[in-house]
């Protein structure tokens, strides 16, 4: 079953715009993550947070995680049409590795 | 950085017939490893976890008997979709961990499988 909902579903920006995307969740949770896919490909991890956790940066990225809201953002700043792609949370109840999915956005960046 | 291999990359087969997918650690071992299934525009549903020498745990409304997984080694594990039909259909990809390095799980590149 989908743990993830995320919103908005889909998302069109111009390079150079951030990009802020959401994700809710619904059972208790160890680690929360981001993944990208590019259309027709496997997913590529972003970033993880733990549920002690409230923020974190990778480069371009920001996560944030509100676990009394059970709900988790991504922004990508300074977007470039190479971000381009699907943009999936997923949540894990343990460090073990099983997860489940969001619905994903899909991100269109024009130049 | 670890690298999951999955092949094929796309099949077209038969109704009726079978499909065997790999999915491989190079250049680690995985214990574990995943298998989802996602329909076009939508998110991957998991439908199983793969052991390495012991039996598959199915998620709920995945059918055990259709989908075969066998994970022989800690390098490697198959799905076999049996008696493929139309609305097998999908693209199917696998994940596997890292073994000694709790690091998030890498993920294969997908097998598009159409079945006519």
């Known amino acids: 079953s989908q743990q993830g909902e995320e919103d908005p579903q889909a998302l069109s920006i111009q390079e150079g715009e951030n990009a802020t995307m959401n994700c809710s969740y619904k059972?208790?949770?160890?680690?929360l993550q981001w993944y990208r896919q590019n259309s027709g490909r496997g997913l590529v991890h972003l970033i993880l947070i733990r549920s002690n956790e409230r923020e974190k940066h990778s480069g371009r990225l920001r996560v944030t995680l509100d676990t009394s809201k059970k709900s988790s953002s991504l922004l990508i700043t300074a977007s470039r049409a190479a971000d381009t792609a699907s943009y999936f949370c997923a949540t894990g109840a343990d460090s073990w590795g099983k997860l489940q999915f969001g619905a994903g956005t899909q991100v269109v960046v024009t130049p | 950085g670890a690298v999951v291999s999955q092949h094929p990359s796309r099949v077209i087969c038969k109704s009726g017939t079978s499909v065997k997918i790999e999915c491989r650690s190079l250049?680690?071992?995985?214990?574990?490893m995943f298998w989802y299934r996602q329909f076009p525009k939508q998110s991957l549903m998991l439908m199983a976890t793969?052991?390495?020498?012991?039996?598959?745990?199915?998620e709920q409304g995945v059918e055990k008997d259709k989908f075969l997984i066998n994970h022989a080694s800690l390098t490697l594990s198959t799905l076999t979709v049996t008696s493929a039909h139309p609305e097998d259909s999908s693209f199917y990809i696998c994940?596997?961990?890292?073994?000694?390095?709790?690091?998030?799980?890498?993920f294969g590149n997908g097998t598009r499988l159409t079945v006519t």
């Open positions: 059972t208790s949770i160890n680690n």
């Open positions: 994940s596997a961990r890292d073994d000694k390095n709790n690091s998030p799980l890498h």
């Open positions: 793969s052991n390495e020498g012991s039996k598959a745990t199915y």
């Open positions: 250049d680690f071992q995985a214990t574990t």
